[in-house]
């Protein structure tokens, strides 16, 4: 199973992966998953892409969409955080930047 895949499951189940709605505890889900699966020989090309470039490529989307300063001293979360007004609306950009980022590699 590959990056995709796993957010794809998350986003449907979050609950079944996390236990409490909270973006944080997605994102460190998906960040261990990620960790576990570059570790291994047989990496697949997204898992790479996505370990590589999610991060600037969320950041530049939130400058062309929300005017957030570039700066990296914020987490992807805290940026999500930042421009949203309730948890829910943050884990639904969260998914959404992930659907963007994986159409766009």
């Given at each position: 199973m590959n990056i995709r895949d796993m957010v794809y499951r998350i986003k449907f189940?979050?609950?079944m992966y996390v236990g409490v709605l909270?973006?944080?505890y997605i994102y460190l889900f998906i960040s261990g998953f990620l960790f576990n699966s570059i570790s291994r020989a047989d990496v697949e090309k997204i898992d790479q892409e996505y370990r590589d470039h999610f991060?600037?490529?969320?950041?530049?989307w939130m400058i062309d969409n929300y005017n957030?300063?570039?700066?990296?001293?914020?987490s992807i979360t805290e940026l999500i955080y930042n421009v949203c007004n309730n948890e829910e609306e943050a884990i639904e950009l969260y998914f959404r930047l992930n659907e963007l980022?994986?159409?766009?590699y």
């Open positions: 189940r979050p609950c909270k973006l944080d991060y600037e490529w969320v950041l530049k957030v300063k570039d700066s990296k001293e914020f980022f994986f159409n766009n």
